[in-house]
């Protein structure tokens, strides 16, 4: 079993007593891309935020790499961590290569990392241009590599992807995949898009209303999307009557998800039947009991929600 | 020790000692100017004569200078949202304090450079040592650190840089008639008003014969005590509401 680089017991924090944070129980392995996902204003960064003794919990309790976190030991469990919380922080009056250097300084690091981490996000070339001629997105990497700086077991990336170009974007996503096996870091990143979590992270943690509602992996979240059977046959009416009366009756789903619901891809199956999947055998007998009947059968499709729909679901459900 | 080169290291572009030497370049010329057509046989103490004007020329001038001073050392960060970078690697006290600290390095180089400017002319026409111009220098840097912290406070407070400056106007103001308002105590009320505060030489004019008289009281210690004391207070006041609202701003 891998040790737990970060693990929060009933975390909680509220403000104006409305909670942003309820009682959130994280749990990231060593040398994993924890995706922490979740709608905007669901509590990601002030988690985060926490994670770093940014702002003072409520109640709860943080334990990050091992050690139980205080405000007496946070300054020395957070060397060994990196961090990059909302907009990228920097000097403008500074170059990125002085900006780096004010890490290192405060770190104890030798000045030899800055090059090291400004050729991981390829900044070399820009290392002597102040900070405030940067774009966006070049603060963005000169946020990301004053995080890399000292190569820390914990690496924190809150949005990192904000203000990039889609090279950029993809560029990060590539070095964020990197990091685990290269580094031995281990990643926890935020996001409000699960397509972007989806391609870097194997364990994610979605968070709604502050409430932290699904926790696990990737694959554990497929599984629990339901999986469905669209059948469209020249007389869809008589096709219903007919399974409602027959043995394949359980596979009708309760009225509304029944056919013609399926909004999501209207077409060409709109008007259609749609079933709980059943199994290979039992959708070999449903077709010859459906062509026996003499219906035609036109289209028989196997369909489940998106991931992005099923989280959006699961977002909606919190809300509500 | 590393924390504090940090804060010096922020500093680069910034000017701060530009501004300084500009300031006392001014005070300079100033002076040279008011020497230039003097007539000495119209007063009894040119060593009062030119503590009087030395500090009325800081009131004028060096209040703005410390908010624009104060601001840029806080608004460093704020421009840069550096404070959640920042945090992670040292204490929100430790912050505040180097800040505090570097302020000071600046201000006790500009408080000895006006005291040396001070003690030269001073020597000039009376020559040897006087514990004027030490008492100068602890008049200047007192009301110099209670003018920066204020205004250091103000500026961690304030989300618009307009506000201290603002303020620092207005102080300005006040402290020139702290001077000449000298039935009114407003000169203890105010850290602008110190300059008048401390000063320990009255001046008396005839103004028949054209005749100024400048005479020596015994240096305010008591005073220099109470401006100590609201140091202090606005040093503690200043780091618990940094320590406590760092991250809102």
Known sequence: MKTAIIHTDNLTKSYHRR?????????VEENSIYGFLGPNGAGKTTTMKMLLGLTPKDSGSISILGHQMNEKNRIAILKETGSLIENPSYYGNLTGYENLKISCTLKGLPFSEIDRVLKIV???????????????????????????LGSPRLLLLDEPTNGLDPAGIHEMRELIKSLPHKYGMTVMISSHLLSEIEQVSDTVGIISN?????????????AKNPRFLIIKTSDNQKAETAIAKSPFAHLLPPA????GSRQSNPSPLSQALCLSCPSDRETADLTKFLVELGLGVYRIQEQE???????????KEVSL | MKFLL??????????????????FSFTVLWLLWCLDDLDFACFNDITGLLITNLLLMNTI????????????LADVERLGNTYKWLCTMESSGCIYRCKAIVGAVYLIIFALAQAVLFALAGSYFVPGFSIHYIQYFVTLLAVYEAIFLFQLNLSFASSSQLLPLFVSVGATFTGIFSWFLNQYPLRYLIP???????????MYYQEDIRYSTYTWSPYPVLWLVILLVFIGIEYLWGSRFFRKHILDF
């Open chain 2, 192 to 202: 602008w008003g110190y300059f008048a505060a401390l000063c320990n030489v009255g």
């Open chain 2, 61 to 72: 001038l060096v209040p703005l200078v410390l908010a624009v001073f104060a601001s840029r």
């Open chain 1, 256 to 259: 509304p998800q029944n056919a």
């Open chain 1, 210 to 222: 502050g409430r932290l509602i699904y926790q696990g992996l990737l694959s554990g979240l497929r």
């Open chain 2, 6 to 23: 940090v804060e010096l290291k922020k500093q680069k572009g910034q000017f701060s000692g530009l501004l300084f030497l500009l300031v």
């Open chain 1, 122 to 148: 390829r900044m070399d070339s820009q290392k002597n241009k102040k900070a405030a001629h940067y774009s966006l997105g070049m603060k963005q990497r000169l946020g990301i590599a004053n995080a890399l």
């Open chain 1, 19 to 27: 909670p942003v944070v309820d009682g959130v129980s994280l749990l």
């Open chain 1, 305 to 315: 929600d998106s991931l992005e729909e099923l989280y959006l679901k699961m977002v």
